[in-house]
């Protein structure tokens, strides 16, 4: 799948150093990794703003769309419209469906049908994958 955004791995590696990104960002967002459930930064943090993708920037999340999902990674029942690519994902035998930066095509996390209301959905993130921008 070809994004906007395209830069080497290296490229990439040299933006998130320059950010101060934590070291594990690289490997969430280029290599699909996922942080240790309880792990990132963000997880419990409830301020008012707006979660951007630590690659490029792109809007993804308002904050008040974040809840408590209890499952250990920031969650949030709606994206901005138009900011997130959903691919089936079969690894790890089990069919979910993987939610990557439009973009730039981080990864991001995964998105479940057992959120809450109105949307009914659980975009499961990585912190590393995220940058919040307070109001």
């Not at 809840?67 to 029942?77: E, I, Q, R, V």
Request: aromatic residues 10%; hydrophobic residues 30%; proline residues 7%.
């Amino acid at each position: 799948m070809t994004f906007p955004i395209q830069k080497s791995d290296e490229a990439w590696r040299e933006l998130l150093a320059a950010k101060g990104a934590e070291p594990l960002a690289y490997h969430v967002t280029r290599l699909a990794h996922t942080e240790p459930p309880y792990s990132g930064k963000y997880e419990q943090v409830w301020a008012d703003g707006s979660y951007h993708c630590i690659c490029c920037g792109n809007l993804l999340f308002q904050s008040s769309t974040k809840f408590d999902a209890g499952c250990g990674w920031p969650s949030f029942y709606e994206a901005i419209p138009g900011t997130i690519t959903e691919i089936t994902d079969t690894s790890h035998g089990m069919v979910r469906t993987e939610t990557v930066c439009s973009q730039c095509g981080a990864h991001l996390g995964h998105v479940f049908n057992d959120g809450p209301h109105p949307t009914g959905l659980r975009y499961c993130m990585n912190s590393a994958a995220l940058e919040l921008k307070p109001r």
